[in-house]
């Protein structure tokens, strides 16, 4: 009898401390259930690619995790409107998983698959990536099999004219991401402090001279700095379409003898001597509304115009990219191996490349990213859509779109600029 | 007859001794499995052979090294100070209502103000142009982002002071340590010592000794910091826990390994500075005599002898502006530098077009507070995620400090302090790992249980000095009078504790919501927290974004601490007539 | 042999490897306070402390106590028993009055449960007319003077109907004529309620009349 109130007084101090413990998580984490939704796995494996209507059948009621950056306002709000478009014509949920950095994702992807997670236990359904981060995937075997040319829209894609559209910095997308929107590198600079912008990067050297302190590039691993090498290394190299083979140590020593005479000659005229270097074009480009630097990069021909609405640039800022073409590639989405949400997100990629959505991005006041479709081959009524008067800051013409060095050249030149201007 | 002749103590009970082993295990278990899975990570070899290769490695690491310790040393000075001012002029207790505003100020928000202040076209410069300096452009002057950090230093100081003198204040507000302290303070002036030199002979040598765990949660703070680091620190080369955290987050294999061991590298300095700060001679005797100097001189008056001088004469007014100036400057120079943080917050998130010699923005915009209004489920996100880790943490902490035998306590509380002193990185790889074996990676319960192993050793830290200050007598008294051990809890401990448990409980609160890297790892991006959203939107560098969003990651906390203080006043006693 | 009071039988009592008593043993009627006293550092607390079975309330810096022996009350072995249990009374030098309550409350802590809230409050009431503190029930305990709280701690003490009660030096802090007052005003209770008291003092003048003397040596003792 002593025994059995000796351990009923404990079981009862024990669960006192237990409901104490455990309640407030608990009520939280039903709050939260209310709030996210889990993702639904998808009940039957992978439909043909041929059967596009079984397709947008299984994908009704999916959740797609769209990881994507979310650095820009802009952005996402677009891809709020992407969202709401989806979920009312085919009943999809789409969450927009905010990221700094895609390289972070494929970290996770990468993780995910050496535990062991298999086709349908991923966490990451669509990824906005491109570059370095593709060719890494690619090469890793991380990504699902091939499905952009099967997605009904592809075919109004413009790969003729925008090559950059089947090559991601010169490796074959093999149809395993889709394009979503084109980039080009641009500068943008108020009128009233640069009356003639530089057109060359020989042009720029002699901008600095002129305006010491006054212009900068991103620190280099940064993707803007980078491909402002890389621009100058277009310029300067003997020989351009060496650029495009995998690198080796003769024609790396060959090509960029002459990048870096150019570099050393133009430290000294940069922003803090050289001696430092901004984290990011954005963070440039507030210094640009500040008035400390006069001159800003970026990759969206329509970046000044997008500020200028905001409110960050004022309205006399033009943009501008070399007479002589700038570096541009394409962005696209793809699908890991183990998104659960397959069938999902091969709708959602198709919506992207509809001309509507297409358009919207296009359209300044929205997001202003130029378009991969090949706009003279759509209806009367699709081309329409992509009209619209020029914005204030707006790129006035377009100029060539130069081929990216293969991406084996991206890190011989990272390394080396580290190891010269890096430390 | 031979149950009756059994020690007591053997027979304390054996439920007793499950509970303790219990609590033990559920944090300790999480903590050693996730550095287990960072050591495999980080013992890299031909990593580490790659790292040393790298060219700018070594002068980062100097520089993160470099920041760490000048910026501990002046907190730890500074600190020194004012709690000598604090103990002398009995200001201590008013102090620390205004410290929880200063301590909830997240260390993003301190930079992104230090630069809306210092750097080039920042406002001090504004201020003098053009009229003193003649610019029409702001100079291209390396005030902050500078190559010696020192941008950075002055933001790690200005954070870390508010934390330890927060913990000295609660370590001389202990019941059982203050009379003591204080009869010796007295006796001390009894025999000839004015009250400062009386303070820094008697009291700081024994007060320096306690603080010593907080001190190397700075130093450890300011060779891991990632996010302060990137809005303020030199870029080229960044500081080392910048460049780890680039590495981990490259799609390169080999530049991801190398990232890990550059983490095991931070580690193994904090290490280092462990051993220094807690175990070594020299260190102990640098920071209790080597700072004795400073704490006592300027000379302090008492309050009494502020407004009076040796004749009876009131002192003429430069003397007793010098004595106040002595006394309060310092205090004062604090607050005034945090509220001027705050005005620039609040400035720069409505902030639009602000071209340079202008004081004021040119446009204004209410773009980024609408914003911050759209985000709802963000903010609901960190309220539950905060709420919870931060109650389990207590509940855990009051559990374990009222159950664990000394010895258990005293072995177990390294490991706990841990996730405190290495760098979030280390952490954020091995709660990763361990998220995903267990399948709670991008779960609720997941994120919960990541975010309260990094709140845990906060809540501790201001639990435990007002727990274990508790008179264990009373405790007997309590049973002598018939009543069981839950009901002296109920009714005696925990009421007489409520201040602590609820300031330990705020600033818990304050950790989690704090907290950027284990959200984004562990929750596998699916959760967004305010700091998750500062962070990113501070990574494009517009002004009102990272202000507005700054200035909410310091709401949150306030309204807490604010709630906590409400909850843990004392009691006040009616008026007697007598 | 009588077989109502106190019983201590103590085998070692000690705190981690020293031992301060071995092999003593007492015992104590009913209305009889007992007195005893050693020198300093004799153990003469932690025996308290094993006596009421708060072994375990030490503070964190120090060891735990050790008892081995028994302890029995009105003939019932009480040794097993955790200590809010034994019934068994406990007055200290400092009169630990629970800081966050009132007067009224510190006393109403110690009253049995069992008994209805009505009379509860007369109780209260009665009790600080006893100790002349009647006006005193809603003050808090630190605006009171040091006799004032001795007085609500041994009542408080009293107020939970305790089999037999141990005093720590009770009355060490106190001043030469308060301390005969409150003397005489114990002993007449514990004498008026029939319990067995210990006594734990360092002043030969707190000795009751004709009281007996227990000392407590290093190792073995005798009762004088």
Known sequence: MRLFTFISSRVRQASRVLVLLCMTPLLTLGAAHAQTSSPSPSPSPSPSPADWATVEQTARGQTVYFNAWAGSQPINAYIDWVAETVKREHGITLQHVKISDAADVVKRIRTEKQAGRGEQGGTVDLLWINGENFAAMKREGLLAPPFATALPHFQWVDTVKKPSTLRDFSEPTDGLESPWGMAQLTFFADRARVATPPQSMAEWLTFAQANPGRSTYPRVPDFHGTTFIKQALIEFAADARVLSQPVNADTFKAQTQALWVFLDALHPHLWRGGKQFPQSAAAMTQMVGDGALWIGISFNPNQAANEITAKRLPATVQSWQFENGTIGNTHFVTMPYNAPSKAAAKVVANFLLSPLAQARKADISVWGDPTVLDVARLSAADQARFSGALQPGQLGRTVPTLQEPHASWVEAIEAEWIRRYGQ | MLLANLSLTARRSVSHRLAVIFFALIVSVPIAWALFAVAGQALDSAALHALWQQPQARSALALSVWTALVSGVLAWLTAARLLAIGFVHQTLMRWMQHLPALLATPHAAMAIALVLWLSPSGWLLRLVSPTLTGFQSPPDWSTTQDPWGLGLILALWLKEVPFLLWIGATQLRRDDIRRRWQSEYGLAQTLGYPPSAAFARVVWPQLALTLRWPLLAVVAYGLGVVDMALILGPTTPPTFAVLSWQWLGDANVAQQAMGAVAAGVLTGCVALMAALIMYGRATRWLLVRGTMAVVQWPPLTTPVSLATSAHGVPPRWTVRAKRYAHSYGLWAALLVAYLLSWFALAVGSVSGLWPFPHVWPAQWTMGAWQQVGRSTATLWNTFALALASATFCMAWCMAWLELAPRAWHVALRPWLLLPMVLPAIVWVIGLYSVALFVRLEGQWLGLIGAHAVMVLPYVLLALEPAYQSVDARQGAVAASLGRSRWAYLFAVKWPQLMPALMAAWAIGFAVSVAQYLPTLYVGAGRFDTVTTEAVTLAANGQRTFMSAYAALQMLLPIAIFWLASVMGRPRQFARSAS | ?224
Request: zero cysteines; a neutral charge; charged letters at 20%.
């Open chain 3, 1 to 224: 042999m009588t077989t109502q009071g106190l019983q201590v039988n103590t085998v070692s009592l000690g705190q981690g490897a020293r031992t301060w008593i071995r092999d003593d043993a007492f015992s104590v009627a009913p209305g009889e306070v007992l007195t005893i006293m050693g020198p300093s550092g004799s153990g003469k607390s932690s025996l308290l402390a094993a006596i009421a079975g708060t072994l375990g309330n030490v503070s964190v810096d120090l060891e735990p106590l050790t008892f081995v022996g028994d302890v029995r009350l009105h003939s019932q072995v009480i040794t097993h028993l955790p200590a809010h249990q034994r019934g068994i009374g406990l007055v200290y030098q400092e009169a630990l009055l629970f800081a966050h309550m009132t007067v009224a409350e510190n006393l109403l802590f110690a009253v049995p449960q069992r008994m209805p809230r009505v009379e509860r409050a007369a109780t209260i009431q009665a009790a600080l007319t006893e100790i002349e503190l009647a006006d005193f029930g809603d003050r808090d305990p630190g605006t009171l003077s040091g006799g004032q709280r001795a007085r609500v701690a041994i009542m408080r003490a009293l107020l939970a109907k305790p089999k037999a009660i141990l005093l720590d030096e009770p009355f060490a802090q106190l001043d030469e004529t308060l301390r005969a007052q409150m003397r005489a005003w114990v002993y007449a209770q514990v004498n008026a309620r029939g319990i067995p008291a210990v006594l734990v003092t360092h002043d030969r003048r707190d000795i009751p009349a004709s009281g007996r003397v227990h000392t407590l040596q290093r190792e073995a003792t005798h009762v004088g």
